[in-house]
């Protein structure tokens, strides 16, 4: 490991801090700015700053899942909140909130449903195709495991 | 819901292609099932369409001009169609071409999520969407450029990420300054709201921003050298759907834009297409005449066919328009064709440099007859379809009176068969350098079927060109009357 002391020991302090910023800004982005597009940037610095703290393999394993893996639940958990409109109202994207509801005193419940799934699916396909892109940059350097093809015919 | 399934469900395949990659054969089949469905699923639209007129749909349920809307007239629709029958002849050929790490990275996946950006940029009703979906097929097209890991891969994929994040950034500037002038996103109120406003400073900015952006998506002339930078190298699979859609997403852009929001009667606008499309036309078949490598050479020609389509979009006649949306669909059928057979001559003969080949008349003269049709095609010979298509913009230029434009498409012809014929001789027609032995293996039938395929439906579409021609009329007339288009859209008021 060759990233300084201190890199390493601001990431660790730094990490919870953006990712709880990163999930505050995702939630926040239900009526104000904010959502899964930049609550998954947001997360994605953490798994930057891991990645140059701690390498390439270390990152991997404090993932768990394969990136792409990640891009692709997050592709369905979006998919599933668009097509969910589509079992209650009909239409794709359709907002459903199952456990809000309109009465005498006004909303009730919490707003959860149809639109936090679709962003959050976001917010897991940036964090996932960003550490793809990342990993496969910072892994560029490693000798291909395939040998180069058609260079001797031009 | 029927304008939301040629998107849902080349996302849906994308998603499961992506999770379930690890499953080889799975993936490949599904990859195929997948595309038939997303053809099926265009069979329908365009039936719908043609039976009701522009159809639209508000996604989430919020009315236009505020919701998210997705809005096909006839070109859309037949264009979703299209890309269907590309995406059904790409993913069959490429169970034997793609090999087993490409599907590990996530090369199946990755055609179906360019799919999924191919079929929203024809559907969407709405110009920032339109730049999403832009990103979504930049984003995919670099992950299959990369996927094979070779350092020649990486090479064209910067160039092509390069030039293109230019052009989005150019297109999401326009999209800012049309919302500033504006208030609006949707295209089809941005088509009510300018009206009589085209003249003004800033309307004519945004439209050159955008013409900018369409114009390097479609490989115009001066910028479009991302293409043959980078087409040659990934999978022949991948340079085929790449050849078949991109550049023609870009040339459908155009049509879109410049017929609905701008009005091509601006005299700057219409002199940059006009001069620009010729220039593209002149350059990109001088780029393939002095090429010899065989993709290389089907590249620089995609950029001389784009030249004739935007010709004929700013010759701004209905003639005009109806010659370049023909254009546009007999193109992408021959040009996907001219891929998958260079594919195949390369795994007979060994390479795709034209020296190096050699003897594949002899070897294999089914392959050969099949190349010869979408290649006539392509130089414009009758009956085939590419003479049709060439034939309707020389006769609305014509028309115009308009001898520049007439003597360069009929030139860019002649030089088209010149390269076309430099293909033939080199790898068909002479011997194989390394002797006749040479040219090894047969053409695997996943390799054949589409080949045979697209090369019937040129047949079909050359033939039969009265019926083609007809329904391209009816898209010109929705093209150039867009008034069923914005009632879909917006309602009737």
Redesign the interface.
């Known amino acids: 490991m060759n990233s300084s002391l201190i890199l390493r020991t601001g990431t660790r302090a730094l990490v919870p801090v953006f990712l709880l910023v990163a999930i505050l800004v995702l939630l926040r982005g239900h009526n104000e700015p904010g959502g899964g597009f930049i609550g998954g940037l947001l997360a994605a610095i953490c798994v930057a700053l891991y990645e140059k703290a701690f390498g390439v393999d270390e990152a991997r394993r404090w993932l768990r899942l394969p990136p792409?893996?990640i891009?692709?639940?997050g592709?369905?958990a979006a998919?599933l909140g668009?097509?969910w409109?589509?079992v209650e109202?009909?239409?794709?994207?359709?907002?459903v909130w199952p456990l809000y509801e309109y009465g005498p005193d006004g909303w009730t419940g919490w707003p959860v449903g149809s639109v936090l799934l679709f962003d959050t699916g976001v917010f897991l396909v940036v964090v996932g195709?960003v550490a793809a892109i990342l990993f496969?940059l910072e892994e560029?350097g490693i000798p291909?495991?395939?040998p180069?093809?058609?260079?001797e015919?031009? | 819901m029927i304008l939301v399934w040629p998107v849902i469900i080349p996302l849906a395949a994308a998603t499961l292609l992506l999770l379930l990659r690890k499953w080889d054969g799975l993936v490949r089949w599904g990859s195929v099932a997948f595309a038939v469905a997303l053809l099926f699923a265009g069979v329908v639209l365009l039936d719908t369409v043609l039976r009701d007129g522009p159809v639209a749909a508000q996604l989430g349920g919020w009315a236009a001009p505020f919701g998210i809307t997705l809005v096909a007239d006839l070109l859309s629709a037949a264009m979703v169609l299209i890309t269907g029958i590309v995406a059904v002849a790409v993913t069959i050929y490429g169970l034997t071409e793609i090999d087993r790490t490409e599907g590990w990275h996530g090369h199946h996946a990755l055609v179906h999520a360019l799919l999924a950006g191919v079929c929203g940029a024809f559907l969407t009703g709405d110009i920032f969407n339109l730049y999403v979906w832009f990103e979504v097929m930049l984003i995919a097209s670099f992950g299959l450029l990369v996927v094979g890991g070779t350092k020649k891969q990486a090479d064209g994929a910067v160039k092509y990420v390069g030039l293109n994040l230019i052009a989005t950034l150019a297109f999401l500037s326009g999209v800012g300054l049309l919302y500033g002038i504006a208030g609006t996103l949707n295209m089809a109120d941005l088509g009510l709201r300018l009206e009589g406003r085209q003249e003004e400073t800033a309307v004519l900015v945004s439209a050159v921003l955008l013409l900018f952006a369409f114009g390097a998506k479609a490989a115009m002339f001066p910028v479009f050298f991302w293409l043959p930078a980078s087409y040659h190298t990934p999978s022949v699979t991948t340079s085929a759907l790449f050849s078949a859609l991109l550049t023609k997403v870009g040339v459908y852009a155009l049509i879109r834009v410049f017929t609905l929001i701008y009005d091509l009667d601006v005299p700057l606008i219409q002199s940059i297409l006009l001069y620009g499309a010729i220039l593209t036309m002149v350059v990109g078949v001088l780029g393939a005449a002095a090429q010899n490598h065989f993709r290389r050479i089907l590249s620089f020609h995609i950029i001389s066919q784009i030249g004739y389509m935007v010709l004929g979009l700013a010759l701004a006649t209905p003639a005009a328009m109806l010659g370049a949306i023909f254009y546009l669909f007999h193109h992408i059928i021959v040009k996907a064709n001219l891929f998958l057979i260079a594919g195949a001559a390369r795994r007979m003969t060994g390479s795709e440099e034209l020296k190096l080949t050699g003897g594949l008349y002899a070897a294999r003269p089914l392959l050969a007859v099949l190349f010869l049709i979408p290649a006539f095609s392509l130089a414009g010979i009758p009956p085939l379809s590419g003479f049709w298509a060439k034939f309707l913009i020389v006769d609305a230029g014509l028309q115009l009176r308009d001898w520049l434009s007439v003597i360069a498409a009929l030139g860019v012809g002649l030089l088209t068969i010149y390269s076309m014929s430099k293909i033939w001789l080199e790898v068909f027609w002479k011997p194989h350098p390394d002797g006749p032995d040479a040219v090894m293996g047969k053409v695997p039938l996943p390799m054949l079927l589409p080949i045979i395929a697209l090369a019937i439906l040129t047949l079909v579409i050359g033939l039969a060109a009265g019926i083609f021609v007809d329904a391209a009329l009816v898209a010109t007339e929705q093209i150039l009357n867009p008034e069923a288009y914005i009632e879909a859209v917006l309602g009737a008021n």
């Not at chain 1, 109202?89 to 907002?95: D, V």
């Not at chain 1, 180069?148 to 260079?151: A, F, L, M, R």
């Open positions: 792409m893996t891009a692709g639940i592709l369905a998919l668009g097509l409109g589509v109202h009909g239409m794709f994207l359709t907002g195709v496969a560029a291909e495991d395939r180069e093809d058609g260079e015919h031009s």
